[in-house]
T-cell receptor, first 109, second 116 residues
Framework: DAKTTQPPSMDCAEGRAANLPCNHS???????VYWYRQIHSQGPQYIIH???NNETNEMASLIITEDRKSSTLILPHATLRDTAVYYC??????????FGAGTILRVKS | GAGVSQTPSNKVTEKGKYVELRCDPI?????LYWYRQSLGQGPEFLIY????????DSGLPNDRFFAVRPEGSVSTLKIQRTERGDSAVYLC??????????????FGPGTRLLVL
């Protein structure tokens, strides 16, 4: 699976959009971009995934660049409960998830 | 239950002892994964089951670690002769399948193992 690079930490004001970037410049054509988050002392929570089209669900939006070398996870109206470690993973179907260090998102009031 | 459950939630044992950690996947999920998470790090893959068989056990650190899933549902991770370095959170995940939109993994809350 391709390596992903994320900033170690980010801050966001409550109520504002949180935009979390991820670089995956070596991603191959059959690898999906997955986002998970992990709130303190809990198991990872699935957020969203996509291949090349932008995706949106009730939790977030995923914007993937046309060349697929990077993506952005958008939490449209961040709340204090969104404070967590966010993991961006490039993965082929059926494969294990390879987690990096992720981005610590701190939402502040 | 609606999600993946793991028991016990916490386990304290002494060095050299044997432990078993249990995972109940989401009903109907055919694939089951075990991961281990050390403090301050992301989860690391241990083993993956498709049905009853281990499809990939490349992440097991050594032969003290073993996992089974005899009936294709519940899985048990077994650690023999525990060492202090085995202390971590052990996470289980399951997915409906492994292809065609069925591959999203859903995680349980984990078992926190402390080896004294």
């Amino acid at each position: 699976d391709a390596k992903t690079t994320q900033p170690p930490s980010m801050d966001c004001a409550e109520g504002r959009a949180a935009n979390l970037p991820c670089n995956h410049s070596t991603i191959s054509g059959n690898e999906y971009v997955y986002w998970y988050r992990q709130i303190h002392s809990q198991g990872p929570q699935y957020i969203i995934h996509g291949l090349k089209n932008n995706e949106t669900n009730e939790m977030a939006s995923l914007i993937i660049t046309e060349d697929r070398k990077s993506s952005t996870l958008i939490l449209p109206h961040a709340t204090l409960r969104d404070t967590a470690v966010y993991y961006c993973i490039a993965r082929r179907y059926g494969n294990k998830l390879v987690f990096g260090a992720g981005t610590i998102l701190r939402v502040k009031s | 239950g609606a999600g993946v459950s793991q028991t016990p939630s916490n386990k304290v044992t002494e060095k050299g002892k044997y432990v078993e950690l249990r995972c109940d996947p989401i009903s109907g999920h055919t694939a089951l994964y075990w991961y281990r998470q050390s403090l301050g790090q992301g989860p690391e893959f241990l083993i993956y089951f498709q049905g009853t068989g281990a499809a990939d056990d490349s992440g097991l650190p050594n032969d003290r670690f073993f996992a089974v899933r005899p009936e294709g549902s519940v899985s048990t991770l077994k650690i023999q002769r525990t060492e202090r370095g085995d202390s971590a959170v052990y996470l289980c995940a399951s997915s409906l399948g492994t292809s065609g939109g069925e591959e999203t993994q859903y995680f349980g809350p984990g078992t926190r193992l402390l080896v004294l």
